[in-house]
């Protein structure tokens, strides 16, 4: 299901390889739905600048921006501010919702962002899990360094073989259309494109046998090195 509205955010679920990945990114009718139906409070200070840039809009006669007047400017620049928090609160609250529902279905919460210190490499150079379990893996694409960046799992001892791969894309003009994931039946699991601030999440029961599932990042980039070990015991 893809929730795709312009302004707010959008919960976009879609079919992976063995589990169901979870999209946190812009554009959600939910949350233009939330902003419509929040109290009169909290909603009529934007509501009105955003009247008074729709009326100087209408006085300017669609004239191309930079001919509205900067008032109208700078009051159309916080209505933005203030739709990317509605952004940030409506995407924070699905992963507190999801995280509530694994506790009750008994799933394991896992979660990765890009380290605070290096954005190049993941927060945590391993997770650990038990083998045949259900998790649900948040990746939080927030970093100093914004950047589109993607989640894989692999199957033990491949990460080199998959990289490869990965790195011969390089060269294909199609290689963001296919979200720089390669094609390669080593891949368990992964996300779409991940834009800057957007926290993706994958649910999925783990293989039944234990071992070191490599993670990595396969977006060209800083981050292309990002990679870690899922370990998975008995």
Not at 50 to 65: E, G, H, M, N, Y
Not at 79 to 84: E, F, K, N, S
Not at 94 to 103: F, G, K, S
Not at 150 to 179: E, Q
């Given at each position: 299901m893809d929730f795709d509205e312009n302004p707010q955010v959008a919960l976009n679920i879609a079919s992976g390889i063995g589990g169901t990945i979870i999209r946190f990114g812009p554009n959600a009718s939910a949350a233009r739905s939330w902003f419509n139906k929040a109290p009169a409070a909290a909603t009529q200070p934007t509501k009105a600048l955003a009247a008074k840039v729709d009326t100087a809009q209408r006085k300017s006669k669609f004239l191309p921006l930079q001919r509205i007047s900067l008032q109208a400017r700078q009051q159309q620049t916080l209505?933005?501010?203030?739709?990317?928090?509605?952004?940030?609160?409506?995407?924070?609250?699905?992963?507190?919702?999801?995280?509530?529902?694994?506790?009750?279905?008994?799933e394991t919460v896992l979660m990765l962002k890009p380290d605070p210190s290096n954005p190049g490499i993941f927060d945590k150079k391993s997770l650990t899990a038990k083998a045949g379990t259900k998790v649900l893996i948040?990746?939080?694409?927030?970093?100093?360094?914004?950047?589109?960046?993607?989640?894989?799992?692999?199957?033990?001892?491949?990460?080199?073989?998959?990289s490869a791969l990965a790195n011969a894309m390089l060269s294909d003009p199609n290689a963001r259309a296919k979200k720089y994931i390669p094609k390669s039946a080593d891949i368990i699991i992964h996300t779409d494109i991940l834009e800057p601030e957007i926290?993706?999440?994958?649910?999925?029961?783990?293989?039944a046998e234990a071992g070191d599932y490599p993670y990595l990042c396969t977006v060209p980039g800083p981050s292309f090195l990002m990679n870690g070990i899922l370990r998975v015991t008995k």
């Amino acid at each position: 299901m893809d929730f795709d509205e312009n302004p707010q955010v959008a919960l976009n679920i879609a079919s992976g390889i063995g589990g169901t990945i979870i999209r946190f990114g812009p554009n959600a009718s939910a949350a233009r739905s939330w902003f419509n139906k929040a109290p009169a409070a909290a909603t009529q200070p934007t509501k009105a600048l955003a009247a008074k840039v729709d009326t100087a809009q209408r006085k300017s006669k669609f004239l191309p921006l930079q001919r509205i007047s900067l008032q109208a400017r700078q009051q159309q620049t916080l209505i933005t501010r203030t739709q990317m928090k509605i952004r940030t609160l409506f995407a924070t609250t699905c992963a507190i919702a999801l995280c509530n529902a694994a506790v009750l279905a008994a799933e394991t919460v896992l979660m990765l962002k890009p380290d605070p210190s290096n954005p190049g490499i993941f927060d945590k150079k391993s997770l650990t899990a038990k083998a045949g379990t259900k998790v649900l893996i948040f990746f939080q694409n927030q970093s100093a360094i914004p950047q589109e960046r993607n989640f894989l799992i692999l199957k033990p001892g491949t990460k080199d073989r998959v990289s490869a791969l990965a790195n011969a894309m390089l060269s294909d003009p199609n290689a963001r259309a296919k979200k720089y994931i390669p094609k390669s039946a080593d891949i368990i699991i992964h996300t779409d494109i991940l834009e800057p601030e957007i926290t993706g999440a994958m649910r999925f029961t783990l293989p039944a046998e234990a071992g070191d599932y490599p993670y990595l990042c396969t977006v060209p980039g800083p981050s292309f090195l990002m990679n870690g070990i899922l370990r998975v015991t008995k």
